[in-house]
């Protein structure tokens, strides 16, 4: 069994966002830094990603296919839940969110090193689980590189400022936003290939528009996404996970905010089986993964 290891957090590399960076989110929808891990930690997180209590979560034959998420990762290791914690992270976080910040969700995000496989359609991120505000983001942690080769994330420049794009077809929710103009006619320029190196991390907010095309490398690429939310946005559909709603820092008000919007709710297709139950925008109702300690029944 792999045993958790406790790796020093570097104080400089704990410095939050400068003025000019804040500004920089907000209008392009997204940050990317690099060297925001120490290799030390890089190589932890490697090596609890290809552990039994991972890889025995997944199917190796997906993985060898397509683009695979496995979601809830912090619930497999305690040093998994230390990274969503991490202070480099945070410090460059509560900038954007404000001090009372809770986990979205987790994951492991990888491509497989098969060529000409693992593309990821363009889609905003919110449009799979809205809340009452958008002051949700994710952050996505290299284990590799990212390079164009491997697939690495493209984001279209101040796309965040448009609102919620459509992501149905004939009244159900589809993983892929339906209006392809948004960046097949975006100068060249608004388009970027999102490229920090392992253990570099990138931020964006959750209606920026990003998708990834096919790995070409032949290796495998590997990211840690955790996506998180403020403490008083209230997830309006989709599903919970079992490490949703874990604080990160500050505390659990217990406060929903609301902006004035207008959305439409992710309405999933009936299962095959007639047996299986069937929730058609989700189990968000709770609000609470089982992860979640802070709470007493």
Not at 41 to 48: A, G, K, P, S, T
Not at 50 to 62: T, Y
Request: aromatic content about 8%; charged content about 25%; hydrophobic content about 35%.
């Amino acid at each position: 069994m792999l045993r958790r290891r406790s790796v020093a957090f570097m104080p400089e590399r704990n410095t939050g966002l400068t003025t000019e960076e804040v500004k920089r989110y907000w209008e392009n929808g997204f940050l990317v830094f690099d060297d925001v891990l120490a290799p030390e930690e890089v190589e932890l997180y490697r090596e609890i990603c290809a552990s039994d209590a991972v890889v025995s979560k997944r199917s190796s034959e997906r993985y060898k296919q397509e683009t695979v998420h496995l979601l809830g990762l912090t619930a497999m290791h305690p040093a998994l839940l230390d990274l969503a914690r991490h202070p480099a992270i945070v410090a460059k976080i509560v900038p954007l969110l404000g001090p009372d910040i809770q986990i979205q969700h987790s994951k492991l995000a990888t491509k497989p090193p098969s060529k000409g496989l693992g593309m990821f359609p363009w889609h905003q991120d919110f449009a799979f689980y809205p809340h009452t505000n958008t002051d949700l983001l994710s952050v996505m942690i290299m284990l590799d590189d990212a390079t164009p080769e491997n697939g690495c994330m493209q984001m279209v420049k101040g796309s965040h400022k448009l609102g919620m794009l459509d992501h149905s077809v004939d009244g159900y929710f589809t993983a892929a936003c339906q209006e392809p103009e948004r960046w097949e006619h975006s100068p060249e320029d608004q388009i970027v290939h999102v490229t920090p190196r392992a253990g570099g991390i990138s931020i964006h907010h959750c209606l920026t528009l990003h998708g990834s095309p096919v790995n070409l490398s032949g290796k495998e690429r590997r990211g840690i996404v955790i996506s998180y939310r403020a403490d008083d946005a209230y997830q309006l559909a989709d599903n919970l996970f079992n490490d949703t709603g874990i604080m990160v820092c500050g505390e659990r008000k217990e406060i929903v905010r609301c902006e004035p919007a207008a959305y439409r709710l992710p309405k999933r297709r009936p299962p095959f089986s007639k047996t299986a139950a069937y929730a058609p925008f989700g189990t968000a109702w709770n609000q609470v993964g089982s992860e979640v300690t802070d709470y007493t029944p």
